[in-house]
């Protein structure tokens, strides 16, 4: 099974203001890119499984020129909230990099 990891060279989370996370997947080129960015794997159901958010909310955009894809979610409490575990949403991407892509 190819996860994840094995085919974007960068992942990362990070604050899409007070209210939103976002995810940033580079691809380690246009090939697994095209090969792998529509990936069922990466639907709005697996952000709503892994992270408790409404899949009907999530929003993917592709950034085909430079084999990226960036996937956006609403956060469950506002950043800087008395539930808040991960102030700048940095270490979020995590559970993300042995997803199987297959």
């Known amino acids: 099974m190819v996860k994840v990891r094995d085919v974007c060279h960068h992942v990362r989370s990070k604050n899409a203001g007070p209210y939103w996370v976002t995810f940033d ?19 709005p159901e697996l ?3 892994l992270y408790g ?3 009907s909310l999530v929003k993917t955009v592709h950034v085909e020129d430079l084999s990226i894809i960036k996937i956006s979610y609403p956060r469950a409490s506002p950043q800087g909230g ?17 997803v ?3």
């Open 25 to 43: 997947f580079f691809f380690d080129g246009p090939e697994n890119y095209r090969k792998y960015s529509s990936s069922p794997a990466l639907s």
């Open 47 to 49: 952000f709503a499984r």
């Open 53 to 55: 958010t409404d899949p």
């Open 82 to 98: 008395m539930e808040e575990r991960d102030m700048h949403s940095g270490q979020q991407y995590v559970r993300i990099l042995d």
């Open 100 to 102: 199987d892509l297959d």
